[in-house]
Structures are given as structure tokens and as C-alpha cells.
């Protein structure tokens, strides 16, 4: 071990690496964390990115997940929220358009959710919060797709945030899961841009005396005395490991931006009060936001910021024509445009199908991938999304190690002996 090396090593400088770094640091780690990039946050950035007084969010924009994560809660994040007259609008061409709204859910919904919260942040075998959903009578009914159409519409929409089919087991959980998040705690955005988080991160972080240094890529294995946390993908930590990495990626994703010469003018009056907008169904989905009627500071008065993505249509000529037939006159306020082709594996760290969920996760779901290096991206359990649990799961799992190492006698794991 070379003298001097700090106790953990967070490798990447997004939300989730910053989460592991925070709690480790809250509990006397000595952490370094390195970031290939010129600046911290990964997907969770803003800025302007096509004209001035437009700003638009680099990847994540609306947080159903972050508005309800006990992680950020717990850390006490002082995070600027904002929300629309409504949570969600999926209009379609007949007319006929299904609303989702900050109205409260179920109370069978309210009774299961502390399980689910639970399940999200601690790592398998997940004894307790199994235990709590399996004896919840009617729990399982949640899974359901219910005969209302419109209902179903929602949890069908937003089932498609994935790859996982909709009417498959694990598209069905997170359609319902989205679906009741939306309605206790909203899709709200960040005031001012998603980069709000990133900073709140790196301030609190920083205050405990966490080492951030940005423009380091790492090529190998850095060393530490207790773990190396991998806030990265699970094929980039599994080739520093000297592995290959068999998780089939999610698919690659088409993300527009635009800049407005005013709001968009959806014909259903719901989808013109709702910052997240759903278009088409499977095959064809379009996940749409648009921001100034939650936040004004987002575009100068009158004008909007808006962008779409769509895992299904690849020609942004295709994702315009969809929303112009819901929208007639959405081309002609186009001012800017910038299209980005992310690809695989971008957006959800991997598949949301049912061969990578739960114990079927690598290494059956738990963190350490080896002794002492630990998954901590949206990679691992429980996905993507920004709530900054895999972070949290890790740095935990990290600790427990440490403190097992100790009650035995042992020295402390370092990379270097590798």
C-alpha cells in the first residue's frame, strides 16, 4: 500500500458517486473521488446549452424518485423542488387524454411504500422489507393493470421510462411504482436546473473534507486502504477488474432539445398544464418536458425550454412529427435545436428487464463486485433514476466490511495488494 492513500476512492463524480463519498465521509473516511470530466454531476448538469436565457438539463430533468428518496432526505439536501398545476398529461389522437396528479395515492399504495422505499436502499437478501410487502394483504394486487383505460395509460406510459415491456412483471412494477411516486410527491424539476443537486452534493461533501478532482480518468484500479467505490457502469468497473461484464445494456436513446418562441400548443388543455407529457405508446413512446410553468427562471418570460427522448423512433424528424400532430404549430416555435444520440447502456446502466433485476443483478444483487471494490452506479440495485441509492447501498456495504475486518483483527483491504 503506497503511504498516504486515502481510506475509500470514489471513481466517477456523479449523484451516486457523490452520495458514497458523502456518507463515508460523514463517518471519518479520509475520501478521494475522481472524475473524468471537467466538472462533477454526470447525467444530473444544466446549462445553456443552445441559446442564452435557455437552460435545459444535460440528462435527468424531472424527479419523481428524488423528490421521494429517503437518501436525500437523510442527508439533509437542501434541494429547490418545483411543480406544475399538474404531474403528468399522455394525450392521444382521439381526443382522449390521461392525467396524473399530485392528489395523494392509495391507501394501499401508502402502506406498502415504506417496504418499497426500504427495498430501494438496502442491498440483498432483503429480509425486512420482503417480509413487510409479503404481508401486506392485497400487495401484490398493485401489479395489476387495472380496466380503467385511462389508469392504465398511465402506468403504461410510465412502465415505457424503461426498456422492460409493460405488461411483463417488472414493467408493470415500475409503471405502478412511477405512477404512485407521481401522485404523493410529484415530477418536480430543480429551480434554476437539475445542477442544483450536483452542487448541494459537492458543498456538503466538500464541507466534510472530501477531495474532488475532476478532468482524472482512471485506467486502473486506484488504491485505497478500505474500498474503492465504482460510481461507474458496470462494464467500465468489470474491465478495471480485469473482467468482462455479460449485462445486457438498455437501449440506446435519442434526446432532442429546443428552445421555444413560446409554449407549446397542445390541443388536450391537460397537456398544456403539465410539465411531463407521454406521446404514443410501445414502439413508438416520446417522454416530453417542458419547464416554465414550474420553473420561470428555466426561459425569458413568454418563451419555453423543452426536450424529448425516445428509446423507440432514432429520426428526430420522426419525435417532431409526433408531437406536431398533438400539438399543431409546435415547428413554426422552434428557435434552436440540439440533437443527442446517447448510446446503450446511457440512460438505465442496463436492462429494466427481469434477467437483470433483483438477486439476478451481478454478484446477486449486492454491491461488492470484489473484495473491497464496490458498484455504486445506476448500474447497480435498485437502477436508474436519481435517488442516490445505489451510492448509498454501497458506501453502507463498505462500512459494514470495514468494521467486519476490524472485529476480526484483520489489516484494512487496499487495492494495491491486488
Not at 395509460?153 to 415491456?165: C, F, K, R, Y
Request: aromatic share 6%.
Amino acid at each position: 500500500m503506497t503511504s498516504g492513500a486515502p481510506d475509500a476512492v470514489v471513481i466517477g463524480a456523479g449523484h451516486n458517486g457523490l452520495v458514497a463519498a458523502n456518507v463515508l465521509a460523514d463517518h471519518g473516511w479520509s475520501v478521494v473521488v475522481h472524475e473524468a470530466e471537467e466538472e462533477p454531476g454526470g447525467s444530473v448538469r444544466s446549462g445553456e446549452l443552445i441559446e442564452a436565457g435557455f437552460v435545459h438539463d444535460l440528462c435527468g430533468a424531472f424527479f419523481p424518485l428524488g423528490a421521494a428518496s429517503p437518501v436525500f432526505r437523510t442527508l439533509s439536501l437542501e434541494i429547490p423542488w418545483r411543480h406544475g398545476p399538474l404531474v403528468l398529461a399522455h394525450p392521444s389522437p382521439d381526443g382522449s387524454c390521461a392525467v396524473l396528479e399530485r392528489d395523494g395515492a392509495t391507501e394501499l399504495w401508502r402502506r406498502v411504500e415504506p417496504a418499497v422505499l426500504r427495498g430501494m436502499t438496502t442491498p440483498f437478501p432483503q429480509m425486512r422489507a420482503g417480509l413487510q410487502l409479503a404481508l401486506e394483504p392485497g400487495a401484490l394486487g398493485l401489479l395489476r393493470l387495472p380496466d380503467d383505460r385511462l389508469e392504465r395509460v398511465l402506468i403504461e406510459g410510465n412502465a415505457l421510462h424503461t426498456d422492460a415491456p409493460p405488461t411483463s412483471l417488472t414493467g408493470r412494477a415500475f409503471g405502478v411504482m412511477l405512477t404512485m411516486f407521481g401522485r404523493r410527491y410529484g415530477y418536480p424539476c430543480v429551480e434554476g436546473g437539475a445542477g442544483a443537486i450536483t452542487r448541494a452534493l459537492v458543498e456538503r461533501a466538500k464541507a466534510r473534507g472530501v477531495d474532488i478532482r475532476c478532468g482524472a480518468r482512471v485506467d486502473r484500479l486506484p488504491e485505497a486502504r478500505r474500498a474503492v467505490i465504482g460510481a461507474i457502469s458496470v462494464w467500465a468497473l468489470a474491465r478495471l477488474l480485469g473482467r468482462e461484464s455479460r449485462v445486457l445494456p438498455d437501449p440506446a436513446t435519442l434526446k432532442l432539445d429546443w428552445t421555444l418562441d413560446g409554449p407549446v400548443p397542445w390541443t388536450a388543455a391537460a397537456a398544456r398544464r403539465s410539465p411531463v407529457v407521454h406521446l404514443g405508446g410501445r414502439g413508438s413512446f416520446v417522454i416530453f418536458g417542458q419547464y416554465s410553468m414550474a420553473d420561470s427562471t428555466r426561459a425569458p418570460a413568454g418563451k419555453e425550454t423543452a426536450w424529448a427522448y425516445s428509446h423507440d423512433l432514432r429520426d428526430p424528424t420522426a419525435v417532431e412529427a409526433s408531437i406536431e400532430a398533438l400539438a399543431p404549430g409546435f415547428r413554426s416555435l422552434v428557435r434552436g435545436r440540439r440533437v443527442e444520440r446517447l448510446p446503450p447502456g446511457r440512460i438505465n446502466g442496463g436492462t429494466a428487464r427481469l434477467r437483470n433485476q433483483l438477486v439476478l443483478r451481478p454478484r446477486f444483487g449486492r454491491p461488492e463486485l470484489s473484495d473491497g471494490v464496490y458498484l455504486a452506479s445506476m448500474s447497480a440495485h435498485p437502477g436508474g433514476g436519481v435517488h442516490g441509492a445505489p451510492g448509498w447501498i454501497a458506501a453502507q456495504a463498505a462500512l459494514r466490511a470495514s468494521s467486519r475486518r476490524r472485529a476480526r483483527g484483520l489489516a484494512s483491504f487496499t487495492s494495491s495488494s491486488r
